[in-house]
């Protein structure tokens, strides 16, 4: 069967492992740092980070906001890996596409040094090239730059590939990079959320992109 798609696109946390990140503690704490900076206080982790980025690069304190801003992320990165789980078949489907030769990619708004521990025990690394996370990005999904780079490496065109993620972050993201997008039930976001943006294609389980792809 000819494949539709060139590339697949994953998130990680909500997708390829379940969600774990306790979003109320850790945006509270992340709006208190950017108050302290003097940045703006509105928005969920993502936007919060992009948003400080943006209004510290021009002043040159870029260097400040991430000394205070990234042991943030990183710590409740780290809480949510002692829970993470892989998705059910994960590791097939990207075994799966891998001998269709589509390529796979990942592109997380988590840090490195969490996914890459946690990749390596549930047998997922060496199946994603490349492995995009917060640490590689000046600003992190819904800013298309991480699924630019992404399609960049892979040499395919935005419509060439699909984005599998489960947020409404994940659908701006794909929006904002031309990509069409998937999302699995089960993540970040409710169904509910989406009903203003809704995706391309929705998915209850991964086995449900091979597919699509």
């Given at each position: 069967?000819k494949a539709?798609?060139?590339?697949?696109?994953?998130?990680?946390?909500?997708?390829?492992?379940?969600f774990q990140?306790?979003?109320?503690?850790?945006?509270?704490?992340?709006?208190?740092?950017?108050?302290?900076?003097?940045?703006?206080?509105?928005?969920?982790?993502?936007?919060?980070?992009?948003?400080?980025?943006?209004?510290a690069?021009?002043?040159?304190?870029?260097?400040?906001v991430r000394?205070?801003l990234?042991?943030?992320y990183?710590?409740?990165?780290?809480?949510a890996?002692?829970r993470?789980?892989?998705r059910?078949g994960?590791?097939?489907?990207?075994?799966?596409?891998?001998?269709?030769?589509i390529?796979?990619?990942?592109?997380s708004n988590?840090?490195r040094?969490?996914?890459?521990?946690?990749?390596?025990?549930?047998?997922?690394?060496g199946?994603?090239?490349p492995?995009i996370?917060?640490?590689?990005?000046?600003?992190?999904?819904?800013h298309?730059?991480?699924?630019?780079?992404a399609?960049d490496?892979?040499?395919?065109?935005?419509?060439?590939?699909?984005?599998?993620g489960?947020?409404l972050?994940d659908?701006?993201?794909a929006r904002?990079?031309?990509?069409?997008v998937?999302?699995?039930h089960?993540g970040?976001?409710?169904?509910?959320?989406?009903?203003?943006?809704?995706?391309?294609?929705?998915?209850?389980?991964?086995?449900?992109?091979?597919?699509?792809?």
């Open positions: 069967m539709r798609y060139k590339a697949v696109l994953f998130d990680y946390e909500g997708t390829l492992v379940d990140w306790r979003l109320a503690s850790a945006e509270e704490e992340l709006r208190q740092a950017c108050a302290a900076l003097g940045c703006p206080t509105e928005g969920n982790y993502a936007r919060l980070w992009n948003a400080a980025v943006a209004a690069e021009p002043q040159g304190r870029l260097a400040e000394r205070v990234q042991p943030i990183d710590r409740w990165d780290a809480d890996a002692t993470w789980a892989p059910p994960a590791v097939e489907l990207l075994a799966a596409l891998g001998a269709r030769g390529g796979r990619a990942m592109v988590c840090g040094r969490a996914v890459a521990q946690v990749m390596a025990r549930f047998g997922l690394d199946h994603l090239e492995t996370c917060r640490d590689d990005l000046l600003f992190l999904k819904p298309p730059q991480g699924l630019q780079r399609l490496a892979l040499g395919v065109a935005p419509s060439q590939a699909l984005f599998v489960d947020s972050t659908v701006h993201a904002a990079a031309g990509v069409p998937a999302i699995i089960g970040e976001c409710d169904e509910s959320a989406f009903c203003a943006h809704p995706p391309d294609h929705w998915v209850q389980a991964l086995t449900e992109i091979l597919e699509l792809a």
